[in-house]
């Protein structure tokens, strides 16, 4: 259920009832997604919705993105793409994940376009438009070096060079890079100028490389078409001037606040021994709604923090399917009381230090958030 406008009473309901409250920041989508177009400009910046927005809520987001100005959009399935289709109807959508054997014919009634990555496809997608008479557009993938997706360098060039006998014209030659968030990775420029002879061999047809962090990496990188996706849900840019907004806020509530004795141990496994009398105050939220059971802690390794009456305090023991403890042992005496929300994600908790904390990635932080959140949504 969404809640549009929620009064701080409303709010605290809606907890009570949910356990936690996910919110997402339309308008700061929004103006990620301005400020990268800004950034790649004249290359035109498309938006990957893939996932459902990175688990954001494509049915919100992707209009969000269109009001923006976005025009291009990628996902990785067919089911999103007609998902996507219905919620914009003047859309370009590209499926990244190309076509499944007997798809074609699917693509072409919603007027998708299909990302071809190998011969067969190639050859499905030519035959579905003789069959039609239709030209439908779609893209190539060109792999350039992460040797997941995509037509070999030579199967490129052989398809450039007989360009005349494809029954369909290509609208985007693309190939995707594997290493642009680590900076200095020398399989970057490599990627790079392979793509760029690609791009040179299918000239007339607009080319893109870019994911996120291609698009903070030097105009060479931005060809005619950039395609960001964790940038605009408030992943941590590379280039760290670059000022995009958090999108993301996760708060749940405190059930209880109890005291523990120096020498207890916390949670499952008794894996944490606490080191001095403590207060702890046990929140509504588990590895069941996406916080990873890894962001726990031990004696040997600090865990995830959350914001505590404006205080960021650690997680103490492991976090069970349905609830995480807190050390709050550090705030004053009466600081917390049972029902007040403690904030896992937001303003000075990203999803990459999330991420960090448990030894993963924003991307799947955000992916894995649970399906029983209250989601709220802001700039709707
Ligand atoms: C997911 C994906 C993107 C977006 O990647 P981000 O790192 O989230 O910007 C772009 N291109 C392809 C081919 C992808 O699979």
């Given at each position: 259920m969404t809640v549009a406008h929620t009064s701080p009473n409303q709010m605290a309901h809606a907890v009570n009832r949910a356990g936690a409250i996910l919110t997402v920041d339309l308008t700061a989508i929004a103006e990620n997604w301005k400020t990268i177009a800004a950034r790649v400009a004249p290359a035109e910046c498309a938006a990957v919705v893939k996932a459902n927005a990175y688990g954001l809520g494509i049915d919100h987001v992707a209009p969000a993105l269109w009001q923006a100005g976005a025009r291009t959009f990628f996902v990785a399935h067919l089911q999103e793409a007609i998902t996507l289709r219905a919620l914009l109807p003047e859309a370009v959508i590209y499926v990244l994940n190309g076509l499944l054997p007997g798809s074609a014919f699917e693509f072409s009634a919603h007027d998708l376009r299909p990302v071809l990555g190998s011969l067969p496809e190639i050859g499905e997608w030519s035959a579905q438009c003789r069959a039609t008479g239709l030209d439908q557009p779609a893209a190539l993938h060109v792999d350039?070096?992460?040797?997941?997706?995509g037509l070999s360098l030579e199967e490129a060039a052989h398809i450039a060079q007989e360009?005349?006998?494809?029954?369909f014209t290509p609208s985007l030659v693309m190939s995707h890079l594997a290493?642009?968030?680590?900076?200095?990775?020398?399989?970057t420029p490599l990627q790079q100028e392979r793509f760029a002879q690609v791009a040179q061999q299918f000239s007339g047809i607009r080319a893109s490389l870019a994911n996120s962090a291609g698009t903070q990496l030097d105009a060479r990188y931005h060809f005619d078409l950039v395609r960001p996706g964790i940038l605009l849900y408030g992943g941590r840019a590379i280039d760290e001037t670059m000022p995009l907004h958090p999108v993301v806020r996760l708060n749940a509530p405190v059930i209880q606040v109890r005291t523990a004795a120096a020498g207890e141990t916390v949670g499952y496994g008794a894996s944490e021994r606490l080191k001095r009398d403590s207060r702890l105050a046990v929140v509504?939220?588990?590895?069941?709604?996406?916080?990873?059971?890894?962001a726990g802690s031990s004696d040997a390794r600090k865990g995830a923090q959350v914001v505590l009456d404006g205080t960021l305090c650690p997680l103490v023991g492991r976090i069970s399917m349905d609830l995480a403890t807190v050390d709050i042992?550090?705030?004053?005496?009466?600081?917390v009381a049972r029902g007040m929300t403690a904030e896992f994600l937001g303003a000075s908790i990203g999803v990459d230090d999330l991420a960090e904390k448990a030894g993963t990635i924003s991307y799947e932080v955000l992916t894995s958030l649970g399906g029983r959140y209250q989601r709220r949504y802001l700039g709707d």
């Open positions: 350039t070096g992460m040797h997941r997706l360009r005349a006998a494809l029954r290493c642009a968030d680590t900076p200095g990775h020398k399989l509504h939220i588990g590895y069941a709604d996406g916080l990873f059971r890894a042992t550090d705030l004053p005496e009466d600081a």
